[in-house]
């Protein structure tokens, strides 16, 4: 009997690789944000920063063993460069007018499914994602989905200022997922994981039901399905059909 629902975010639920949009887009707000009230040397920062960082994602999509390594030095970029100093209302202002472009973005193919099982069977439903938890949280608000919790990274502030973006999820979605299930009081056996990529595949390994997102590109759909014996569901109502089977499962 099916349990718990856990799903990554990017190209699982939501169509973006990495956070480029979401930092792309704040770093876009900060940039304005400075030439407005004219802080040269953090105008000159940002400029650079931008090609960096895309240099930096082009190689952690050529190299995706050593994606989570670029990762951590495009966000210590932007912490250091971006980041650090912004006021916390500018922060929530920008969530919010992300938030609402992305809800439009969500694949609702594997979410209107998940959430009929967690309306009307109980199923917890949870988010492990290397993604901004509070983009996560406001952008699922806005498209009317409700989940038992998001495990993913966030900011922090001090004195209503942004210190850093905190990393907590990245290479450690496994000992993150157990200890999830272990609150929850979920069993493996009982657990259905969603997701795409390397970073999911210990995840994939430890729950008895593992599920490729629509959006998993075909090279690691067949190594997923093959090594981890995950279920690649080739339309919604195959999804939904797999769904109800473990369900009814005695």
């Not at 690691?220 to 939904?240: I, K, L, S, V």
């Amino acid at each position: 009997m099916l349990k718990a629902i856990i799903c990554d975010w990017n190209r699982t639920l939501f169509p973006d690789e990495y956070e480029e949009g979401f930092f792309g887009g704040l770093c876009t707000r900060a940039f304005v944000r400075s030439l407005v009230q004219v802080q040269v040397r953090r105008t000159f920062r940002l400029m650079g920063l931008a090609q960096k960082c895309y240099r930096l994602l082009q190689r952690a999509r050529r190299d995706r063993a050593r994606t989570p390594a670029y990762i951590a030095v495009v966000t210590a970029l932007m912490n250091r460069y971006a980041l650090k100093g912004l006021p916390a209302t500018f922060i929530a202002h920008y969530v919010e007018s992300y938030a609402r472009r992305s809800a439009r973005r969500l694949d609702r193919r594997l979410l209107d499914p998940i959430a009929e099982v967690r309306r009307r069977h109980g199923v917890r439903v949870g988010i492990l994602s290397s993604g901004c938890q509070s983009g996560i949280r406001r952008t699922l608000e806005l498209a009317g989905h409700e989940v038992d919790f998001i495990l993913a990274n966030e900011f922090v502030y001090r004195g209503g200022l942004v210190d850093h973006f905190r990393i907590t999820v990245m290479r450690n979605k496994l000992p993150l997922l157990e200890r999830a299930l272990a609150e929850l009081d979920v069993p493996p056996e009982q657990t259905m994981y969603v997701g795409d990529s390397l970073q999911d595949e210990q995840c994939f390994r430890h729950v008895a039901h593992p599920v490729l997102s629509f959006w998993t590109r075909p090279e690691e759909r067949e190594r997923f399905r093959d090594d981890c014996g995950a279920f690649c569901p080739p339309t919604q109502d195959d999804f939904r059909r797999y769904l109800d089977s473990l369900l009814t499962a005695g």
